[in-house]
């Protein structure tokens, strides 16, 4: 599915992710960057040795998660988008999942959008809980979302109710 569609399948996803203990520890670092390309701004950007690539340039990331402590700095750096946040120590109901945004408008703290799936799909109303948009992060927001436990795999991306 991966390589026709560029979708991955929901094992692949869940094959990067950290168990749910350490996700219910506190924010860490979901990385989907499935192929060996020349690219590594995200081992660069990481000042806690928590993403490896090693000598060779065209390997994928490994992560070491208990190194993550989540300060989404290198969800910005990512050139492919391939980055997110996942924290499941606020709630047991919901997950809180910051991914990085580069649609304007942006959206506001407190604002109800569609959350979707990696198909573009809906899945449910998110809450946006925080946008971040500092210069540092030259162009590439951060948008914070509280999502369902249940989607916590599914969910990828959001979309502003039009006006
Ligand atoms: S969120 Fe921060 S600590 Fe975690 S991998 Fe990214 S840059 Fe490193
Ligand atoms: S910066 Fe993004 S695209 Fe490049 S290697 Fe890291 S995760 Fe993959």
Redesign the pocket.
Known sequence: MLEKTGVPTKEQVMNEFPDISRINEG???VIECFKEIPCNP?TI????D??HIGEDINKRPE?TED?????????SKCPGLA?M?VDGSKSEEYVHMTIPYEFYPLPEEGDIVEGLDREGEFLEKVKVLKVTNPKSYDRTPLVKLEVSRKYMYDFRNIRLEEM
């Open positions: 924010p860490v670092v995200c950007a990481c000042k806690f928590a993403i992560v190194n993550c402590i989540g300060c989404s700095v290198c969800l980055i946040l």
